[in-house]
């Protein structure tokens, strides 16, 4: 079955600490995006990578990292400098540029609570 | 500033009618525009997308149109059902910013039987 997972679906974390969310996708796609969402509220983009080996910030980077070392897979670490981590957080992937499809494809999403 | 708005945030209609969703944009060009189904707990999930140089697409039940000089796109869901109840976000890209879209709050659809 090709498609793209993300682990876990609930995690919880206390203030303070770093946690890495998982993305894996076997669909063979460039690029890679994650998302986060607030109830009531349209997808942020956080990163997104293009190609392995390169990943650019999105419009609410900051207090998040990211690593493309694989095709397959584009973890996120959320760190203790975001100051309001708790939301629904997505990632997704397409094709890549230059191919006249610009679809993305999500995960089930992971929901993070910080207290 | 850049704004994307979609509706309200929430519309109901009763069974068999048409559904129509509104996402209107300011101070974008968008070359393109998606609509993505998202259901609660879940990811989006791509429905269609429209080219700027295109006035109507459809697919099935669904029909998008984009109006560049109204800036506008209107998502319809005909014969709507029960099962079509969702939230729906539509998702612009410009030319030039590769894959990225930037996408609007969405609208929660209710069908209501």
């Known amino acids: 079955d090709g498609g793209i997972t993300q682990s876990p679906k609930y995690l919880f974390r206390k203030e303070g600490q770093n946690v890495t969310l998982s993305c894996e996708q076997n669909l063979n796609h460039d690029a890679m995006y994650w998302y986060r969402q607030d109830p009531g509220q349209g997808l942020r983009l956080i990163y997104y990578?293009?190609?392995?080996?390169?990943?650019q910030k999105g419009d609410i980077a900051e207090g998040y990292s990211v690593s493309r070392e694989k095709k397959e897979s584009f973890p996120l670490t959320v760190t203790s400098a975001q100051k309001n981590p708790t939301a629904f957080y997505l990632c997704?992937?397409?094709?890549?540029?230059?191919?006249?499809?610009?679809?993305?494809?999500f995960g089930p999403g992971t929901r993070l609570t910080v207290t | 500033s850049q704004k994307i708005e979609q509706n309200s945030e929430a519309l109901n209609i009763q069974e068999g009618k048409t559904a129509t969703l509104t996402c209107n944009y300011t101070n974008y060009s968008p070359a393109y525009l998606q609509w993505y189904r998202q259901d609660p707990g879940r990811g989006p999930v791509f429905l269609l997308l429209i080219r700027e140089n295109e006035k109507e697409k459809r697919k099935e039940r669904l029909k998008v149109t984009f109006d560049t000089t109204l800036k506008q796109s209107l998502f319809h869901i005909t014969a709507s059902q029960p099962a079509d109840s969702a939230t729906y976000l539509c998702a612009l890209g410009e030319a030039g910013y590769g894959q990225n879209f930037v996408f609007g709050p969405g609208t929660r659809l209710s069908v209501l039987p």
């Open positions: 997704a992937s397409s094709i890549g540029s230059g191919t006249g499809r610009f679809e993305q494809y």
């Open positions: 990578s293009q190609i392995v080996n390169d990943f």
